[in-house]
């Protein structure tokens, strides 16, 4: 289960500097005049980085065991 939840952890940081990297193209090639496209590059890096950020709760969670 961990190496799994590794892995997902490791995919959403790898989509999030994707869409991180792809929203920056967009804007640095001028050609998004309306930036459409550079908006849902950057809405996409928030939920990937939403979605990783919740994996690693995940994981902290199994690993500490509550606290108690």
Do not use: C, H, P
Not at 13 to 40: C, F, Y
Request: glycine share 18%; net charge positive.
């Amino acid at each position: 289960m961990n190496g799994f939840m590794l892995g997902v952890i490791i995919l959403g940081a790898l989509l999030t500097v994707g869409a991180l990297v792809r929203g920056l193209v967009l804007l640095a090639s001028g050609k998004d005049v309306s930036g459409e496209k550079q908006n849902r590059m950057m809405w996409y890096r928030i939920l990937f980085q939403g979605l990783t950020v919740l994996a690693v709760i995940i994981v902290l969670l199994m690993a500490g065991g509550g606290g108690d």
